[in-house]
């Protein structure tokens, strides 16, 4: 089975802290995503890496950056959180052009 | 950019009846997916479908693409509690890309 983790359920952090998610899949995934999703607006997505040291925009990457410097982990990281940036952030990983093997996903609390 | 949007926004079936939901997009796509977040998890995949099937079956799942109205559907058949899920539908943008609709919320009362 695929297995992609995150490495917090829950996380609460104040403004203008610097915080960081990581995502780790285990399937040697060539393609991995950051998205952040909230209420009524479905998944948005942040970033996208499709090979080591790669990254792209997405729909929304102010406030955001990301790091791949390994293949098996992507990083999300917000420079300075913000209230804004209160959301459930969703990793996911995928081998060819089909298939997002998602992570269960971090609820980010900025107070 | 959301291409898909699902319909209706939320359902509520009794256990061992049907769920239906509509899936709408704007532009041309490779393929069409369905996936499933129970609450406060991460997304499933369920189902893939190509612009050149018009229907796929898997398990109590089926799946229709109708690439002249630009929509699709997904059928639950014979609901069961564990199907109380939000189910996403999701299309491609380009090759690494996909686009999420803000989903159904589906309530299978017991």
């Known amino acids: 089975d695929v297995k992609v983790t995150q490495s917090s359920r829950y996380l609460v952090k104040r403004t203008g802290e610097k915080v960081f998610l990581e995502c780790v899949q285990d399937m040697d995934h060539e393609n991995m995503f950051w998205y952040r999703q909230d209420p009524g607006l479905g998944l948005r997505l942040i970033y996208f890496?499709?090979?080591?040291?790669?990254?792209e925009k997405g729909d929304i990457p102010e406030g955001y950056s990301v790091s791949r410097e390994k293949k098996e982990r992507f990083s999300l990281i917000l420079e300075s959180a913000s209230t804004n940036q209160t959301s459930m952030y969703l990793c996911a990983s995928s081998p060819s052009l089909d298939t997002q093997y998602f992570g269960p996903g971090t609820r980010l609390t900025v107070l | 950019s959301q291409q898909g949007e699902e319909d209706p926004q939320a359902l509520s079936i009794q256990e061992g009846e049907n769920a239906t939901m509509n899936c709408s997009y704007k532009t041309s796509i490779n393929n069409l997916q369905w996936y499933r977040q129970n609450s406060g998890r991460g997304l499933v995949h369920l189902i893939l479908?190509?612009?050149?099937?018009r229907e796929k079956h898997s398990g109590r799942l089926r799946v229709t693409l109708d690439t002249s109205k630009k929509s699709s559907s997904l059928l639950i058949t014979a609901s069961r509690a564990a199907d109380t899920a939000s189910y996403f539908c999701a299309t491609d943008l380009n090759d690494y890309k996909l686009s999420f609709g803000a989903g159904t919320t589906v309530t299978v009362r017991a």
């Open positions: 890496s499709y090979d080591v040291k790669m990254k």
């Open positions: 479908i190509r612009s050149n099937e």
